[in-house]
């Protein structure tokens, strides 16, 4: 079953400026990971844009959601920031049906080397293989249907919301 992974940045991707303290994006670490996670799935990777998600718009959404519509795959994994990882999310389940959607992402830069981005990463490509079509949000072991999810800032995880 092949799985598409679409990169839109967040603090998955962001590299550290040892000179000026600013984090910054170069490229996807994806590839990188699934070597060290020692990944032998059919994945594809396309980098849609590289931008923090507080700073993603309604086009960069707009954009997130042509390519899960135009991808072959019916498994689709988005690394998203997750700040407004839950807006990215109701996009695309307001536009894309038929497809299994796993958005996921890191609270501390893979680049650090104690992220949580190599295990949100592959547990999100769990996920994908094995959930029905809809959207979901995959974080720190967890998976969560795209409305029932939020982001608990003071404890600094993801919560199910109450039904």
Known sequence: MP???LVTGGTFDKEYNERTGQLFFRDTNGGEMLNLGRSRLDVSIRTIMMVDSLEMTDADRDLIVQNCLQSEEACIVITHGTDTMTDTAAAVAAA???KTVVLTGAMIPYAFGSSDGLFNLGSAL???QVLPPGVYLAMNGKCFPWDRVRKNRER???????A
């Open 156 to 162: 600094g995880e993801f919560e199910e919301l109450p």
């Open 96 to 98: 894309v049906t038929g």
């Open 3 to 5: 799985i598409r992974i």
């Open 126 to 128: 769990s996920f994908v």
